[in-house]
């Protein structure tokens, strides 16, 4: 079994930056893509970023130039740099891992983003 656990969310003003951490531990058999995603209340869940093994990012529209995504393979670690952030990013971020044919999903961190 793997588990997931992130961190790193709270509450900050438009404009700020926060920095999300995402560990996966446990019987991990070979991680490869791990990535956020963001649900806000009242919509599905979406797409931010992801990364792969190799460091190749993806990211949603609306977040490029502002959110940055990077891992420590070492520590099957994920960060997201979040910077300019504004009201509509508010969210509970939740860490996606993919681990050989498993995916695995954290409990979620909150991010509000005040005006």
């Known amino acids: 079994q793997v588990q997931v656990v992130e961190s790193g969310g709270g509450l900050v003003q438009a404009g700020g930056s926060l920095r999300l951490s995402c560990a996966a531990s446990?019987?991990?058999?070979?991680?490869?893509?791990m990535g956020w995603y963001r649900q806000a209340p009242g919509k599905q869940r979406e797409f931010v970023a992801t990364?792969?093994?190799?460091?190749?990012?993806n990211y949603e529209d609306s977040v490029k130039g502002r959110f940055t995504i990077s891992r420590d393979n070492a520590k099957n670690t994920v960060y997201l740099q979040m910077n300019s952030l504004k009201p509509e990013d508010t969210a509970v971020y939740y860490c996606k891992v993919v681990d050989g044919p498993y995916i695995y999903w954290g409990q979620g961190t909150q991010v509000t983003v005040s005006a």
């Open positions: 446990g019987s991990t058999f070979s991680i490869n893509g």
């Open positions: 990364i792969s093994v190799i460091g190749s990012a």
